[in-house]
């Protein structure tokens, strides 16, 4: 069982930056693959970025390639999401998820959820 909570959510300008951060409970974090979502008002929860347990290797939405960075630390049982250059598009809710499969880029794909950080990027 992991427990996730997101924090580092908030309101930015365009061309601004954030860095969302994830914090899991649980002793077994650093067996999963950990990944990105995001929501906006009225579309489907999207992938963003997945990282593997052992940070061997990244993968990103080809949208958000080049902008955002994900990382993570099993020591701290965290997991981290740079996020530079934001547009308004990248207005929506951020969530990290805990699974078991590596590139997986659908939501159904993943066992466990936090309960997301609110991004809000102005024009």
């Known amino acids: 069982q992991v427990q996730l909570v997101e924090s580092g959510g908030g309101l930015v300008q365009a061309g601004g930056s954030l860095t969302l951060s994830c914090a899991a409970s649980g002793r077994t974090f650093s067996s999963y693959h950990m990944g990105w979502f995001r929501q906006a008002p009225g579309k489907e929860r999207e992938f963003v970025a997945a990282i593997t347990w052992s940070s061997s290797a990244k993968y990103y939405a080809s949208s958000m390639k080049g902008r955002f960075t994900i990382s993570r630390d099993n020591a701290k049982n965290t997991v981290n999401l740079q996020m530079n250059s934001l547009k308004p598009e990248d207005t929506a809710v951020y969530y990290c998820?805990?699974?078991?499969?590596?590139?997986?880029?659908?939501?159904?794909?993943?066992?466990?959820w936090g309960q997301g950080t609110q991004v809000t990027v102005s024009s």
């Open positions: 998820a805990a699974g078991s499969s590596w590139r997986a880029i659908n939501a159904y794909e993943y066992d466990y």
